[in-house]
C-alpha cells in the first residue's frame, strides 16, 4: 500500500442542522482506486464536498496530505451545456497563468498530447454540447488532468450514460490507475461500475463496509446499504448483485396474471 | 450629416454613448452568462436612490451614488448568499427600498428632479466633461481587470464549486463583478437611463451568444456591439427627439431580432441540408 493521501477520523456533515454524513472513517492511500458505493440521497457527495474543502464539517477531521492536489469531475448533470465553452475553453479553465499573459506555448503542447492521449484530440474548437456523453467525460477528466492532480476525484462518472459509454468511461480511469493514478469515485451503479473496482466503501450516512468487491458484496451489507434485500451471484469469478425476487413488485404482478 | 457634431455636449454625449456600450456589453457577459439579467435592471434603481441623497446633501453624484450602488450591490450579495433567499427575491428587496427612497426624495424636492430624469430616462443634455473622465477611467480598469482575471471570472461563472478547488477565490470573483458591474451603472446612468441600462447589460452580450459558441469571441465582440449600438442610438436620438437611453435600447432590440431571424435561418438551413443528405443517403 502506497503512503496515506487522505484520512477521515469521525467525520460528520450537515445542511442547515440536518446532519447528512455521520461518524465516517475512510483512508485513501497513493494508487488506490476506491468507489464510494449507496444510494442517491445517502451522503456520497456530501463525502467528496467536505474532502474537497468546499463544505465544512461539524465534526470530527479530515487529515489531508500537506500539498495534496485534487483534481475534480463533477456530475455532468451539474453541467451547463449552453454555456460558450468550447473543448479547449474548459480545459484551458484550470490552468493557472501569469497576468496579462497567454498560456505557455509549452504547456498548450502538453494539453494537446493530454487531449489525444483521451482520445479528443481533435475536438478542441467543438463546443461542448456538440460532443457526445463520452467525449464530454473526457473533456472534464482533461480539465481535472492537466492540474496534475495527486488523488482524481469523480462525482458519479457513469450517471446519466448510456452502457457503451460507462463501458469507455470504465477503461478509461483504469488506464489512468494503471499509470499511477490515484481515484477516488462515488456510484450508485454496483453492476456497471462499482463491481469492477479494486476496493468499495459501502456508504449510507456512514462506512457500512470497506473492502475489495467480493468481500464487501455481501446480502447482508447490501441490505444495509440499499435498506433492501439483496441477492449476489457469482459470474465468471465476479460478483453480480441482483434486488430480492420477493421483493420485485414487477415479477409479482406479472405472476399474479399468468 | 456632421451637424450635431459642433455642438460640445453631442460630442460629449456621443463619446460617453459609445464608451457606456462598450463597458455595458463587456461586463453584460457575464451578466447574461450567470443569469443575472435583473441584477443590472435593480443596481440602476439603486444608483437612483443614491442620485436622489446626493442631490440632497450636495454632494458629488459619483461619490454619492457611487457608494449606495456598491453598498447595494454587496448586500444583494450578502442577501443572496444564505440562499434561504433567492437572489432575485434579495435584488427585489434591496433596489425597490433604494428606488422608493429616490422616488419620495424626489417628491419631496422639487429642485433636483431634473437630475432625476436625466437618471431615469437618458440625456444628452446631462453629460458633462467630469462624466466623459468618468466613465474613461472606469473603463480602463475594468478592462485591465477583466482581462487579468478573465480564466477566474469565467471558471467561477461555468463551475463555481470546481473553480474553488481548483484554487480560485470565487466570493472574491463574485464580490469584484458586484463592485465592477455597480461602477458601470454609475458612470452609464447619465446617457442610458436607469429605466434602461439592463437593456444594454443584456443586448450587447445576448446578440453576440447568438453569434458565437466561445466565451473568448463573446468577450470582444459584446464590447463591439455595444459601442455600435451607442453610438448609432446616440447619433439617432439627435435626428428623432427622443431621450438618449430609448432609441440606444430600440437600436440594440433591432439588432438582436434581426441576429436572431438571421441564427435561426441559418439553423434551419443546415438542419434542411441534412435531412437532405440523411434522405439521400
Redesign the interface.
Same mark, same amino acid.
Given at each position: 500500500m502506497g503512503k496515506q493521501l487522505v484520512r477521515f477520523e469521525h467525520v460528520g456533515c450537515s445542511y442547515g442542522g440536518v446532519p447528512v454524513i455521520d461518524d465516517v472513517e475512510f483512508t485513501v492511500s497513493e494508487h488506490d482506486f476506491v468507489g464510494i458505493v449507496g444510494p442517491s440521497g445517502s451522503g456520497k457527495t456530501t463525502v467528496l464536498r467536505s474532502l474537497l474543502g468546499t463544505l465544512p464539517v461539524t465534526y470530527g477531521q479530515i487529515h489531508r496530505r500537506p500539498d495534496l492536489r485534487f483534481g475534480f469531475v463533477p456530475q455532468v448533470e451539474a453541467v451547463d451545456w449552453s454555456f460558450p465553452a468550447t473543448v479547449r475553453d474548459v480545459v484551458t479553465m484550470s490552468v493557472d497563468r501569469p497576468r496579462f499573459r497567454r498560456l505557455d506555448p509549452t504547456l498548450i503542447t502538453e494539453i494537446g498530447d493530454l487531449l489525444d492521449r483521451l482520445g479528443i484530440g481533435g475536438l478542441s474548437g467543438r463546443h461542448i454540447r456538440e460532443l457526445s456523453g463520452g467525449q464530454q467525460q473526457r473533456v472534464f477528466l482533461a480539465r481535472a488532468l492537466v492540474q496534475q492532480p495527486d488523488l482524481l476525484v469523480l462525482d458519479e462518472p457513469a450517471g446519466g450514460v448510456d452502457v457503451a459509454t460507462r463501458h469507455e468511461i470504465l477503461h478509461l480511469l483504469a488506464d489512468l490507475h494503471q499509470a499511477g493514478m490515484s481515484i477516488l469515485l462515488t456510484t450508485h451503479d454496483i453492476n456497471g461500475l462499482a463491481a469492477h473496482l479494486p476496493r468499495l466503501v459501502c456508504f449510507n450516512r456512514t462506512v457500512i463496509a470497506d473492502g475489495p468487491p467480493t468481500q464487501v458484496l455481501h446480502p447482508y451489507v447490501l441490505e444495509r446499504t440499499y435498506g433492501a434485500p439483496m441477492d449476489v451471484l457469482q459470474h465468471g469469478g465476479m460478483p453480480v448483485v441482483l434486488e430480492h425476487r420477493e421483493h420485485r413488485p414487477a415479477q409479482r404482478i406479472a405472476g399474479e396474471s399468468s | 450629416m456632421l451637424e450635431p457634431f459642433q455642438f460640445g455636449f453631442f460630442q460629449r454625449g456621443i463619446i460617453v454613448a459609445t464608451l457606456a456600450g462598450a463597458l455595458c456589453g463587456l461586463v453584460g457577459v457575464y451578466v447574461v452568462?450567470r443569469s443575472m439579467s435583473y441584477i443590472g435592471h435593480g443596481l440602476s434603481h439603486a444608483v437612483f436612490g443614491g442620485a436622489a441623497v446626493s442631490s440632497v446633501l450636495g454632494v458629488s453624484y459619483f461619490l454619492g451614488a457611487g457608494l449606495w450602488g456598491v453598498l447595494a450591490a454587496l448586500m444583494i450579495g450578502r442577501v443572496s448568499a444564505r440562499r434561504v433567499i433567492g437572489a432575485d427575491a434579495a435584488i427585489g428587496v434591496v433596489t425597490t427600498a433604494s428606488f422608493a427612497i429616490g422616488l419620495a426624495i424626489q417628491s419631496r424636492s422639487g429642485s433636483v428632479s431634473r437630475t432625476l430624469d436625466t437618471v431615469l430616462f437618458g440625456n444628452v443634455l446631462g453629460v458633462f466633461r467630469g462624466d466623459v473622465a468618468a466613465i474613461v477611467i472606469v473603463g480602463l480598469v475594468v478592462v485591465a481587470l477583466v482581462?487579468?482575471?478573465q480564466?477566474e471570472l469565467?471558471?467561477a461563472?461555468?463551475?463555481p !464549486?470546481?473553480? !474553488?478547488?481548483?484554487?480560485v477565490r470565487v466570493a472574491m470573483i463574485d464580490a469584484m463583478l458586484m463592485v465592477v458591474l455597480s461602477a458601470t451603472v454609475l458612470v452609464s446612468v447619465r446617457v442610458i437611463g436607469a429605466l434602461l441600462i439592463s437593456a444594454m447589460l443584456v443586448l450587447p452580450a445576448a446578440t453576440s451568444?447568438l453569434m458565437?459558441?466561445?466565451?473568448?469571441r463573446?468577450l470582444w465582440l459584446s464590447p463591439l456591439l455595444g459601442a455600435s449600438f451607442g453610438f448609432v442610438g446616440m447619433y439617432a436620438s439627435w435626428y428623432a427627439d427622443v431621450p438618449s437611453g430609448a432609441v440606444i435600447t430600440i437600436v440594440g432590440s433591432t439588432m438582436f431580432a434581426i441576429v436572431y431571424l438571421a441564427t435561426d435561418v441559418a439553423k434551419r438551413h443546415a438542419i434542411g441540408k441534412l435531412d437532405e443528405h440523411t434522405a439521400l443517403a
Open positions: - | 452568462l482581462v487579468a482575471f480564466r469565467t471558471f461563472t461555468f463551475d !464549486e470546481v473553480a !474553488e478547488v481548483s484554487g451568444r458565437t459558441n466561445s466565451i473568448g463573446m
